[in-house]
């Protein structure tokens, strides 16, 4: 049976998972003040409703890995972003706008385009103890590069957040593929004891990073953890683990494309979700002033002798100033 299918699917729900829990952090991380240390949070029920929506997308991201590469499997997280488009506006008593309705078809006819070039069979390749642990070094790294403290705190640690998840990633596949493998080898080694411990100290991290980034809204920290995702776990495969993008040249072009309208897709929907779903035009009409204009001739006003209404002469003359000739 063709391991596709499983994978994929297997990604779509995980992805709803996670979009579910995204959202519950988003709405978590709006009424936290911004002091609110980690032993506080451990003693609000949203948080381990967050929590638990993370976890059960992880168990079944980790048994999608069993059945796909990564080249296939991360690029599927972008519908995390997907998903969380309905179930955001749904919280916040809105209707989904046309602006998101366009990011959401652009990035699944991206998706579609990468799904074709990617590598459907199973993984065997796993990393090795030196590679588990450069990659591990690289990433704390870049991670406190990410967190130091400076401008657009959000971004940056929405970015720390998709690259420390998408190495979790990349680290629990080959932890599931050494478990599961039957050629006989031990079952628990200082190789396997090292990557689990790197496993559950990235996806603790990511959790935690990703909490403090949907401190400044849900959209564009959003994006850019969709992001950093699948191009951390992305380049750790194409790099160390043997995968190819299968086709030749057609499917380089082909993934191009597919990557240019997933990430063009992805920035609209993040720019809609920071307007709180709302299209540009109806954010102009809301937001232009109404100037009544006041009735020249009011019935039953009192009249000069004249017969002229009262607050009917031009208004330079009402001003001091002369009438118009």
């Known amino acids: 049976m063709n391991a596709t299918p499983i994978a994929v699917a297997l990604s779509l729900v995980s992805a709803g998972a996670y979009a579910a829990a995204a959202v519950a952090q988003s709405r978590l991380a709006g009424r936290t003040e911004p002091s609110t240390g980690v032993l506080r949070l451990l003693g609000r029920g949203a948080w381990w409703s967050?929590?638990?929506?993370?976890?059960?997308?992880?168990?079944?991201?980790?048994?999608?890995?069993?059945?796909?590469?990564?080249?296939?499997?991360?690029?599927l997280g972008a519908l995390t972003l997907v998903a969380a488009v309905p179930l955001g506006a749904r919280a916040a008593g809105r209707r989904v706008g046309r602006v998101e309705w366009r990011g959401t078809v652009l990035t699944l006819l991206g998706l579609g385009a990468l799904l074709l070039t990617?590598?459907?069979?199973?993984?065997?390749?796993?990393?090795?103890?030196?590679?588990?642990?450069?990659?591990?070094?690289?990433?704390?790294?870049?991670?406190?590069?990410l967190s130091r403290p400076g401008a657009r705190p959000g971004l940056r640690h929405a970015a720390a957040s998709g690259i420390t998840s998408g190495v979790a990633s990349a680290l629990t596949q080959t932890l599931t593929v050494a478990v599961t493998d039957h050629s006989g080898g031990p079952l628990f080694s200082w190789r396997l004891l090292t990557v689990a411990l790197l496993v559950s100290a990235f996806a603790?991290?990511?959790?935690?990073?990703?909490?403090?980034?949907?401190?400044?809204?849900l959209g564009a920290p959003l994006a850019v953890v969709t992001l950093a995702n699948p191009v951390a776990a992305a380049a750790i495969g194409l790099a160390l683990l043997g995968e190819r993008l299968q086709g030749g040249?057609?499917?380089?072009?082909?993934?191009?494309?597919?990557?240019?309208?997933?990430?063009?897709?992805?920035i609209l929907l993040s720019r809609a979700q920071a307007r709180g779903g709302t299209?540009?035009?109806?954010?102009?009409a809301a937001r232009m002033p109404?100037?009544?204009?006041?009735?020249?001739?009011?019935i039953g006003s009192p009249r000069r002798v004249d017969g002229t209404p009262l607050g009917a002469e031009p208004l330079a003359v009402r001003a001091g100033g002369r009438p118009p000739t």
């Open 290 to 298: 109404v100037h009544p204009v006041p009735s020249r001739v009011v």
């Open 118 to 145: 990617a590598g459907g069979s199973a993984p065997h390749e796993t990393l090795t103890l030196p590679e588990a642990l450069g990659v591990g070094a690289a990433t704390m790294a870049v991670v406190a590069g």
């Open 249 to 266: 040249p057609v499917s380089l072009v082909l993934a191009l494309l597919g990557t240019t309208a997933a990430v063009r897709g992805v």
């Open 204 to 217: 603790m991290g990511g959790l935690l990073l990703s909490q403090t980034a949907y401190r400044g809204g």
């Open 279 to 284: 299209d540009p035009g109806e954010v102009a």
């Open 50 to 75: 967050a929590v638990g929506l993370n976890a059960g997308g992880a168990l079944l991201h980790v048994a999608a890995l069993n059945y796909g590469p990564l080249t296939l499997v991360q690029p």
